[in-house]
């Protein structure tokens, strides 16, 4: 473990930084929890599982709630966080806030920040207390992609195409991504969608967004989960093992697509580099991944773009049978996906490391546990990416 020292405000400097607590709140069908009921139920479970008193939480994370997320959740939990992080760039913003927290533990701003998140996504559109969207909006920049009917889904749909032509790779492959997905999810009790699935299924369903069918688009639940991180001091005092943020990225690249320069490459290019780099790791020495899967053609095209496979090799690397086992818990398109999805792939990666996987638990050759993970997160349609190296030792 590092040595900490002071600087003479009497700061800690490069610290350490560990993940001590992690939770889910009861997610799929969840009726008649309210979102701030959700996020306080998650931070409730996050806290019991580190060990840790509250008094030690300094710092919190959140969005997608409120007028203010922060202080309205805080005030919702009882904290009175003395550093806060409301970023919020889509599915990839709890990676970029762990990006965040980590360095403010590591500088002494904080001590130990509590990530937290939930939505009542599907339970509202069920009771109509909201209508689904098909885009963001029409203000700002997208104003000039609206009329023409660039929806979100259509835009990821236009980049697996441009994939597809470039280099090759076909709907038998991309549908691979979901059948893989749900057989994860069979073996995880608390996925949303456990019935396996086949090729034929995926290609075979209702046409959504050219070439996405429906098993290619996520679900839509409810739920939500928190993670604790600390400094390395409080880590004698936890109730179980902790991970280590070993090494962190961030990128935006574009709002409009006239402005996104290569369809077949995602932002993840950068983060998952950046992110590699200060963890001292390759990908190749990474035991699993997990990765926003809002649609099939994010998990290929991320893949190849953190550096597993070459890029436009993604179609054939997910057709392997013995490849990098990815989206352990079967991911958005099958176990839980109710808005912003970054933290659960945090969450789920803490699990794999620490052996705790209610399902399918990943182990080495020798039958060791995974020593590394790395969680990646992606933001509007390819539009920001964050990119967390997480490890045991």
Partial sequence: MLTTSRNRAGRHTGRRVAVVGISLSDCGRVD???????????????LADSGLDRSVIDGLASAGLGTLAPV???EYLGLRPRWVDATAVG?????????????AIAAGHANAVLLVYGSTARADIKARRRTSNLSFGARGPLQFEAPHGHTLIAKYAMAARRHMHEYGTTLEQLAEVAVQARANAALNPEAMFREPITVDEVL???????????????????GGCAVLLAAEEYVPDTAKAPVWILGTGEYVSHTTMSQWEDFTVS????????????????????????????FTYMTLVTLEDLGFCAKGEGGPFVQEKDRLPVNTDGGGLSACHPGMRGLFLLVEAVRQLRGEAPGLQVRRADGSLPELAVASG???WFCSSGTVVLGRG
Avoid: N
């Fill in 267 to 294: 932002p993840a290019a950068v983060s998952g580099r950046l992110a590699f780099e200060r963890a001292g790791v390759r990908p190749e020495e990474v035991d699993l991944a997990e990765i926003y899967d809002a």
């Fill in 72 to 74: 309205e959740v805080a």
């Fill in 91 to 103: 599915g990839a913003t709890w990676e970029v806030m762990a990006a965040h927290a980590a360095d």
């Fill in 32 to 46: 008649e929890a309210t979102p701030y009921a959700l996020h306080a139920q998650a931070a409730r479970r996050a």
């Fill in 204 to 222: 075979d369903g209702p046409m959504i967004a050219d070439p996405f069918t429906k098993l290619h688009c996520c679900i839509r639940s409810d």
């Fill in 378 to 380: 992606t933001g509007g």
